[in-house]
């Protein structure tokens, strides 16, 4: 029963100073999920309002096709301000430790949020599968390799075969143990990506989302809008089946 920021303010402190205590000669690895940003969106009183107007709070359930979406939007923006705030508190405390220089950072999100963006009276999350809900930022700082933007078709699921050969020393194929690919390697511009909610399936290839229903594969375009069926069903069935089963033993 504590606000969000409270949480994410206390999870910051303990990994900080966690990481101040880290010798220098032994690996780490930490894990810190930041909350203020997910619905109501959390922005204490103390916190910067860059983004005005903001709504006095995040509740989806009081919007509607006619809601103005950009005083809930900057609510939502000034969340992820405060996030951001915290997570340069936390590579500060990375630096003040002396191990920026061999430490792996990777920020990134989950999913992303809509604010009515594809006029269809959507909000929040779990509710498409568009890009707007989809695509979220995912940065990586590496030491020792250089800055670049990746324009291939990246997932979460690259993470840790990624981690695997280039940390671990993982030499076998990502295949043999992940549904993802290495991130370095690669990455083809067109690739069938399963995602989920907590209620629906669907792959996304390219800027469409193929909709997994009772009766059939349904087809939506990138202003997620019903589209003929033009996709081979074996093909969007095979990349189901590939990256919800991984190879076992025999």
Known sequence: ??????????????LSAALRQQPA??????????????????????AEHRFLPQARSGDHLKTH?????????NRYRNAVLKADTLIGQL?????????????VVI????????FNDLGQNDWGHNGNFSDVQTRVPM?????????ATEPGVTSHMDIAPTLLRHLLACSNPPSDHSAGLDLFGPLPPVRPLLVESWT?????????????????????????????DTTSTAAVTAAIIDQMQLLQPT
């Open 200 to 228: 629906q399936r669907a792959v996304r290839v390219g800027p469409r989302a193929l909709l997994v229903r009772p009766y059939g594969i349904e087809v939506r375009d990138a202003d997620y809008r019903q589209i003929p």
């Open 91 to 103: 590579l500060q405390a990375l630096d003040d430790s002396g191990r920026s220089d061999d430490t």
């Open 107 to 114: 920020i990134t999100s989950d999913h992303g949020e809509s």
């Open 25 to 46: 000669d032994t690996p780490f690895f930490g894990f810190m999920l930041l909350d203020s940003a997910h619905v109501p969106y959390a922005v204490p009183a103390d």
């Open 65 to 73: 096709r006619g809601t103005d979406p950009a005083p809930l939007f």
């Open 139 to 147: 940065a990586i700082r590496w030491p020792g390799r250089a800055a």
């Open 1 to 14: 029963d504590v606000a969000q920021d409270l949480r994410d303010r206390h999870v910051v402190k303990q």
